[in-house]
């Protein structure tokens, strides 16, 4: 008996050390989750808005680009459950994190070793059509070769007209290598988003509402990033084929100096496991019952809906801008305000939140939502398209963290979430975004 008392005297004494530590405005252990959350999301500013732009470049479709990214979202909706399980049994959740970061960074920079070599561009112009190939070099950049071939006849264009010749089979090879190379990874890599965060909630506990104090570091350094590498691509562009193309190789290169900070900095993290005894009495029936009453149940199909436009908007806002005639330094700047704006809505969120509730964030920011994809569908300016890009920051932001405290608070209240934190459930009303997007990428 005195052994028992002795042992709920220690895990009680624990308990309240990590609450106090949590509580504690810089504690190491806050400080390597906001490092992490800054180099990590550094990375993903450095590559993920310009990676849909080289997929674009190398001559894939819209199409393939969809699929590309929606995969990663269906892996981690199948993954991170099943990693978050062997992670909560095993108690190696630092392992797999590592594990999955070295994954998905490797198939990440294996999509710079497949470039086509069958490309041609065609250049019409009065009395003469100049058939030139185009090369794809080592380094990234794209040049036209010597092998230049003439055919004269009568034309009528003035001035010169260029068109860029694919070799569709060729396109549709590199399509299924990226295609395979991403699930592979993410095979181990699907827990890359899920888990940090998940892990910053159990730190938390009772204190969940303060999780955006933690997650707007990562915008910070998204924000940095994906200004920077934009700041950087822009000098260096060329005209190839009567188009401007870029060095996309740059953004890898970012994101591989990023990430690699980002794993060091896990070697640090302090992670909190349940505690057996009140692990083993835990149900998931409780929980399951809680979710599917009207209120909760409405939130989680809300968020869902938040999570498919987040989803388009992420993948495909730079595709739109580009199309609209930007140049590198307008997605740089679209890029880094947006995320800034997100930052800010990370910061505040806490006020907000605990001011109006988690309910009316939610439905503001799915209100907002629907104004900005309608100007969206309107404007034909790229600064316009820049306004409207940045805009979406704050609505991601504020939607996120009020959607991460909703399913937080509910699986805290039954003590579930200690258990399952690889199971996604501080996310759970955003669980079932990842297979809407992917379904919706598909059509």
Known sequence: ????????????????????????????????????????????????????????????????????????????????????MVGDKFRIRKIILFASLVSYTTGTLLLMAVQPQNQQCIKTEANKTEITSLIFTAGGTLKLGDDKQNERFENRVSPAEFTRKVDESEITKIFIIFLVIICTSQIIGSVVFTMPDALVVGFLKENVHAFGSFRMWGEVGVAGGSFLVGVVINFYQSEVCGEIVKNYFISFYFFAGFIALAIFTVLFMKVSYADLERSSKVTLLPLVKELL??????????????????????????WYMDDLGAKPYMLGIASGLRYTMAMLAYFTSEVVITKFGHMWAIAASLALYVAVFLGVAFVVNPWLGVVLYSAQGLLYGTSWVACVVFGGTISLRHGFYAVTQGKRLPRKSILPTDSCIFLLMLV
């Open 1 to 84: 008996m005195d052994h028992e008392d002795a042992h709920q005297k220690m895990r009680s004494h624990s308990q309240t050390a990590t609450s106090q530590e949590s509580s504690t405005t810089c504690s190491p252990s806050k400080l390597t989750f906001k490092a992490y959350f800054f180099l990590f999301f550094a990375a993903i500013g450095s590559l993920g808005q310009y990676l849909a732009l080289y997929y674009k470049q190398l001559g894939l479709t819209a199409g393939h680009t969809g699929i590309l990214s929606g995969v990663r979202f269906f892996t981690e909706f199948i993954g991170s459950p099943l990693w978050g």
């Open 293 to 318: 009453k009207f209120r909760n149940a409405v939130i989680i199909i809300v968020a869902t809906y938040l999570g498919v436009l987040n989803g388009l908007h992420e993948t495909f806002g730079f």
